[in-house]
């Protein structure tokens, strides 16, 4: 049987060294939390076991391995480092004799995004990366399917369009959709991810750094790094859809509260063939896992045991690649959800009904 890792590591200080470490983390303030998650050594935190391959049959097991580092340490360390306690984790991976190892939330951010970690170890490394903006650009379509959104009339927005998720998915979106706004913070790299769009033949595509722009668009995937909230109501349109990919969310509380003729959604998440048991609590509905995950996971089950996804830069043809290898095996863009909850089909009437009202 092959077998794969997967690294996360403690995204909320106090909430996750407590899973581990309860009565510590009742004692450590949290700034002596981020100072210790650098000398303290990585961990095995799970046996991941009864995932199957629905096209082959094939099994595949796997450890949940944590990597210390808080996402403030991850972040504002010197990258050399965060890589030497990612590549540590990553020695853990390999005495445990995995084929694979995918790199979790930041650990797939920090630096050159996995190329120097890759290079340091004698095992397969991916971001997984690729698959969450495939599963992004399905939850978005669905998603417009429910409210009757049709994406090839539509007018669609990227917010954080100049980065790796955000650039990828204006890419794959390009030949599907009417007319595209790149939203960003820096123009010059705006105006090359608007030349990649054209490459991909949507010739009608506009940039702007200024977030109140995404007003004209119908559908919109935001996928920022800005760590807090930047959409608010009064930056969509009536009836817009938006898949919010970002951690934490790009969109705002505030719109769930008041705009009932919106439709958000959270992209990325996805269903595990077989009877998954990660033994870890990931605060999902069971059985579901965030895309990037999933990629190791189905690259393992493929047998593909390379560097899939490394560095800053998305290439569609894999995005394509590990969909179709995902799908084959049996993984489903599981059910959408809104602000943690599940999309019902009241609140879609509800949206119906409000954009019918104001439209006359
Ligand atoms: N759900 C999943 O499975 C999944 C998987 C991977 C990533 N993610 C999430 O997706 C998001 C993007 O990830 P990534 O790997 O693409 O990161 P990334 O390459 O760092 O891209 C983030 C982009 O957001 C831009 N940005 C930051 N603040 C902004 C603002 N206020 N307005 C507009 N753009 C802004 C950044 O611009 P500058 O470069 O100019 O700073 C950067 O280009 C993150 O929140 C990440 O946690 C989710």
């Not at 890589?83 to 790199?103: C, F, H, M, P, S």
Request: charged share 20%.
């Amino acid at each position: 049987m092959d077998h794969f890792a997967f690294i996360i590591h403690p995204l909320d200080p106090k909430a996750d060294v407590a899973r581990k470490y309860p009565r510590l983390a009742r004692l450590l303030p949290v700034p002596l939390i981020h100072f210790l998650s650098r000398l303290w050594p990585p961990l095995v935190l799970s046996h991941v076991t009864g995932i199957r391959s629905q096209a082959t049959g094939a099994q595949v097991e796997g450890w949940l391995l944590a990597c210390p580092l808080t996402t403030r340490q991850l972040t504002h360390l010197p990258a050399r480092v965060a890589y030497r306690k990612i590549i540590q984790t990553g020695r853990l991976a390999e005495r445990l004799n995995v084929d694979i190892l995918g790199l979790g939330a930041y650990t797939s951010v920090v630096g050159d995004g996995g190329i120097t970690v890759a290079r340091a170890l004698n095992v397969a490394v991916t971001t997984g990366d690729s698959y969450p903006v495939a599963l992004t650009v399905q939850a978005l379509f669905k998603a417009a399917s429910l409210v009757g959104v049709d994406p090839a009339q539509a007018t669609v927005a990227i917010v954080g369009a100049t980065g790796a998720i955000g650039s990828a998915c204006a890419e794959l979106l390009a030949p599907k959709v009417a007319r595209m706004l790149l939203v960003g913070l820096r123009e010059e790299r705006l105006r090359e991810v608007a030349r990649d769009v054209q490459r991909r033949g949507l010739d009608d595509v506009e940039f702007s750094t200024q977030i109140e722009a995404i007003r004209a668009a119908h559908l919109i995937i935001s996928a920022t790094s800005a760590g807090r909230p930047i959409i608010f109501p009064e930056h969509l349109r009536l009836g817009a859809v938006v898949c919010d990919v970002a951690q934490p969310a790009d969109v705002s509380q505030r719109v769930a509260e008041e705009r009932r003729d919106v439709l958000v959604v959270e992209g990325g998440l996805v269903e595990v063939p077989g009877e998954p048991d990660f033994r870890f609590d990931f605060r999902l509905p069971p059985g579901l896992v965030f895309g990037c995950m999933a990629e190791t996971i189905a690259l393992a089950l493929e047998g593909q045991f390379e560097d899939f996804t490394v560095g800053k830069e998305i290439d569609i043809e894999k995005v394509n690649r590990i969909e179709a290898v995902a799908a084959r095996h049996g993984f489903r863009l599981a059910g959408l959800r809104s602000f943690g909850q599940p999309v019902t089909d009241e609140q879609i009437r509800m949206i119906r009904q409000q954009v019918e009202q104001a439209a006359g």
